[in-house]
């Protein structure tokens, strides 16, 4: 079942976030996620505001977990680490 992986983050270094990005996106696609959306000014409607938001759609859990695991994505994990506070939350897709 697809499934929808939200990322909310609270930025510390912007510049370290957008290398991050630059090198997270394409393995985020080897496992087949899609970029749904993207703001880094998410309107906050109830709740901590975040300063950043990312909408990915993946086709299974195990391909998140794949993508969370592969080894090339391990090094960009330290890197997102200190660039943010990240909470990612996984929903069902419709």
């Given at each position: 079942m697809a499934v929808i992986m939200l990322a909310t983050q609270k930025v510390k270094d912007w510049d370290l976030l957008a290398e991050y990005r630059k090198g997270a996106g394409p393995i985020v696609r080897r496992h087949g996620g899609e970029l749904?959306?993207?703001?880094?000014?998410?309107?906050?409607?109830?709740?901590?505001?975040?300063?950043?938001?990312?909408?990915?759609?993946?086709?299974?859990?195990?391909?998140?977990?794949?993508?969370?695991?592969?080894?090339?994505y391990q090094p960009l994990k330290i890197i997102r680490d200190r660039a943010v506070d990240m909470n990612l939350l996984i929903v069902d897709a419709m």
């Open positions: 749904l959306g993207r703001s880094n000014t998410p309107e906050c409607l109830h709740g901590e505001p975040a300063d950043s938001a990312i909408v990915f759609r993946f086709p299974s859990r195990e391909a998140v977990d794949a993508w969370l695991a592969d080894p090339d």
